[in-house]
Every structure is written in structure tokens, then in C-alpha cells.
């Protein structure tokens, strides 16, 4: 394999977290009984929304957390936990590809080639930071059963 081939490989092979999730989750929200008001804190002020909905929330945020209310039951709060999104871990191609191909050449070489993936996966790990794509929220789907006063 060529030095274009191992770059064009590499290329495509990064950011994979940003290119599957986007900067954003769409969470499904569900109560029982239907038409509870959720109030989303997550990053920027959202509108209200009523259940059944689905929210568009940040996945690069600190906190995030929903409230559900509906007159006459006690309000739900749930908070959502920041985890590594598994498309993150592909941005170890990057490495792999650099060593596999450079174990196949002279010794020499096969430390440039798995340089170069390092830092190629690097970057597509920062890629993934940055948008805050390397994050899923969870849980991925909310349902509660409202209890009343």
C-alpha cells in the first residue's frame, strides 16, 4: 500500500464519532398518562414540549436534565449521563492502519507509518471533542409513569 492509499484511509477513518452521532441527540420522551410539560436544561433555553415528544438535545454539555410536570402528579426529574459514544473508538484506525502497514515494511519505516496514524487518530479524536460528538447522553430514551398527589 502507498503512502496516498494509507492517508486516504486514515482520513476516512476520522472524526467517525462526528460523522455517525452529530453534535446533537434526539431523546424520546414518554409519560404515562400523555401530556406532561417537559422542561429541558441542557444547554440553551428550549421550548416547552409536551408528551409524547422527542427533545434535540446538546451532547457537549456538563449538565443536562429534563423535568416533566403535570398538574395534579408529582414532577419527574431526570438527569442524563454523558458516556463514550462507540463510534469514538474508530478513531484508533488512524494507528492501526500506520502499524500494520509499517510492520509489512522496514523497521524504519514502520515507525513513521504508525507516527503518522497516531497523529491522524489524534486528530480525529479532537474532531470528536470539539463537537462533543465522542458523547451519547443516556439514558437514550425517557419513560416515566407520573405518580399522582
Same mark, same amino acid.
Given at each position: 500500500m502507498n503512502l496516498k492509499t494509507f492517508?486516504?484511509?486514515v /482520513?476516512?477513518?476520522q472524526g467517525c464519532a462526528t460523522v455517525h452521532n452529530g453534535r446533537h @441527540? +434526539?431523546?424520546t420522551v414518554v409519560s404515562d398518562p400523555a401530556g406532561a410539560n417537559v422542561e429541558v436544561r441542557c444547554g440553551k433555553t428550549q421550548p416547552a414540549a409536551v408528551t409524547p415528544a422527542t427533545v434535540r438535545l446538546p451532547r457537549r454539555v456538563e449538565q443536562c436534565s429534563l423535568i416533566l410536570t403535570r398538574p395534579g402528579f408529582h414532577d419527574e426529574t431526570v438527569v442524563f449521563d454523558?458516556? $463514550?459514544?462507540?463510534?469514538?473508538?474508530?478513531?484508533?484506525?488512524g494507528p492501526i492502519v500506520g502499524g500494520t502497514i509499517g510492520a509489512t515494511r522496514h523497521s524504519d @519505516?514502520?515507525?513513521?507509518?504508525?507516527? /503518522?496514524g497516531a497523529l491522524l487518530g489524534g486528530a480525529g479524536f479532537t474532531v470528536d471533542a470539539l463537537t462533543g460528538a465522542m458523547w +451519547? /447522553? +443516556? $439514558?437514550a430514551k425517557v419513560e416515566r409513569k407520573l405518580v399522582p398527589k
Open positions: 492517508v486516504a484511509v /482520513l476516512f477513518t @441527540q +434526539e431523546i454523558s458516556v $463514550p459514544s462507540v463510534w469514538v473508538w474508530a478513531n484508533f484506525a @519505516q514502520a515507525f513513521v507509518d504508525f507516527l /503518522l +451519547e /447522553l +443516556e $439514558p
